[in-house]
């Protein structure tokens, strides 16, 4: 299923440069980055909800926020893409 992750960090709170990078990172181990913070993951359900654990985990709940919203198996039909930043097909195979 495609998971869209977006975030919203504080960083002008205490930590929150890091915390940032944190978030970052890890949306990275899941999938895409699509836009500044926002992510496209393929995922299962195991793996989506090992990822909110660990977003809420590394977040300050106080002053920042985290969003997810599942588009399902069937989401070629649900993303529309205009302009730059091209993507990856993350079902597709790997060509080394």
Known sequence: MLIVA???IAITSPGGTK???KVAKLCSRYGQR???????????????KKM?????????????????YNLGNHYQRKVIHIGTKVT???????IF
């Open 52 to 68: 909110q654990h660990e977003l809420t985990l590394l977040i300050n709940p106080k002053v920042d926020s985290l969003r997810f």
């Open 19 to 21: 915390r940032l990078a």
């Open 6 to 8: 977006a975030y919203d």
């Open 34 to 48: 699509v836009q500044n913070s926002v992510f496209e993951c393929v995922v299962d359900d195991l793996n989506f």
């Open 88 to 94: 990856k097909d993350l079902t597709a195979p790997l």
